[in-house]
């Protein structure tokens, strides 16, 4: 959406950059009802990524987790989810077995 409205390589970076700094924390519970919402929520965090690069409003290196440089932020996000994710993971099938019981 971003390519089709602006077009730029720096605009389209600084809008990957604000939509991870929004939405790296979500996190996958199984539901499906809750998925199309958290989907939803991803496209929304999209828009307003792109509104706010387009008034000249961007996260920058250091506000929570993100760093310098689109490749960056997307590399730090894809190591949160490998690894700081695991954990989550088990509680949350644990979470969903003793609700089910």
């Known amino acids: 959406m971003c390519f ?4 730029s390589y720096s ?8 939509i991870l700094a929004i939405n790296s924390g979500m996190i996958c519970d199984g539901a499906k009802a809750s998925c199309a919402a958290k989907i939803a929520s991803a496209v929304e965090a999209g828009l307003l990524g792109m509104q706010m690069n387009k008034h000249d409003s961007q996260f920058y290196n250091g506000d929570g987790i993100v760093v310098k440089g689109v490749e960056n ?9 490998r690894n700081g994710m695991r954990e989550t ?6 979470m969903m077995t003793k609700k089910n019981k």
């Open 89 to 94: 993971d088990n509680e949350i099938i644990d």
């Open 4 to 7: 089709l409205y602006v077009g």
């Open 73 to 81: 932020n997307i590399k730090a996000v894809c190591e949160l989810a």
């Open 11 to 18: 605009d389209i970076a600084h809008t990957i950059v604000n």
